[in-house]
């Protein structure tokens, strides 16, 4: 149990279908890579697009690629607080009765009725990784994470395991600046009894 | 070790001097009780301020009761980030070369080369619930938080006993929103290895 990751934070972000981006930003335009992410495949890309709540709105959210199935907006519970909608605690992917927003691009915008979520906390594991650490997919797990001055044991991480993926623990930006998280900040899963 | 005690959720708030008070609001006002706090003879007011930072602004951000010796600004890490603050982890009281901002209100400004701090998280101890709990003044803890789906044990909790204090951990807005702080959200201390 004394094998170490990266602990990543997420800002706030969004993942769009090929039409909403098409809605967004006008047919023929394309996604454009800004920066490749830790997520073999993934990245940020140069197009953004504002959140809007009931209270107030989110301007220059970052568009993560390639497109997905379904749009799903990624915020902290406190942008949600703060933009006014009441967002769950969610896996990536279980949107089902989730926040709904409006999203607005250059070109157009999109009412969604679900899709905004807070990020539960996750790690990414290969399967070899996974299986030095001693876990499986979907396992939850407790990782202890060492800084300086606001050190904490978080709870309820869930594991994921894919050949597609690399080694990485993924916080938001509450959990990052609560727990005072640094670059290049590891983390190692725990024994909580 | 078994002694559960509440978990509070301080929001940004700002202690002023009374004549930083005087300076903000004009010569002769009173700071008026909106609602009483859990410390015994401490208060939110009716009165708010503007704090300004380099890169932006926080408005209508509550002025704790009573007046003290010192200025003092207590952001969250997420605050402080959005409006271009650099301001270190520290207890209350400890200010020397923490966040400078501007404080605005009605009547005047104030410029404040320190006193911007993200709060440590703490525990108020009674004398007697902190024997209960068999702590001393200034002990550094870990705290368990059971809550729905981002249970976690923080560390780095300072105690602070005194007779004048009513029992009672206070964490700031990310540290809530990270652990999915409820209301009457309890706490106790356990032992990490």
New interface residues.
């Given amino acids: 149990m004394s094998e170490k990751f990266i602990v990543e934070t997420s800002a706030r972000h969004v993942h769009l279908t090929a039409e909403a981006f098409a809605v967004l930003f006008g047919e023929g335009k394309e996604l454009t890579v800004k920066k490749m992410l830790s997520q073999p495949g993934q990245f940020a890309s140069e197009e953004r697009v504002t959140i809007v709540g009931p209270k107030k709105e989110l301007p220059n959210v970052s568009i993560l690629g390639p497109f997905r199935s379904a749009n799903q907006v990624e915020l ?3 942008d949600a ?1 703060s933009i006014g909608i009441a967002a769950p ?1 969610r896996e990536s992917g279980d949107v089902a009765g989730s926040g709904a927003c409006t999203i607005v691009g250059p070109a157009g915008q999109l009412e969604i009725s679900e899709g905004v979520i807070v990020a ?2 996750h790690i990414h594991f290969t399967p070899e990784d996974a299986a030095k650490a001693g876990v499986k997919d979907k396992d939850i797990v ?1 990782v202890r994470v060492e800084t300086d ?8 991480v869930v594991c994921r395991v894919s050949p597609n993926y690399a080694t990485a623990m993924h916080i ?4 990052s ?4 998280a640094g670059r290049n900040q590891m983390g190692e899963i725990v024994t ?1 009894d």
């Fill in positions: 902290s519970a406190t607080r605690v539960k906390r407790w001055g606001r050190k904490a044991i978080l709870g309820d938001d930006t509450d959990e600046n609560a727990i005072g909580v």
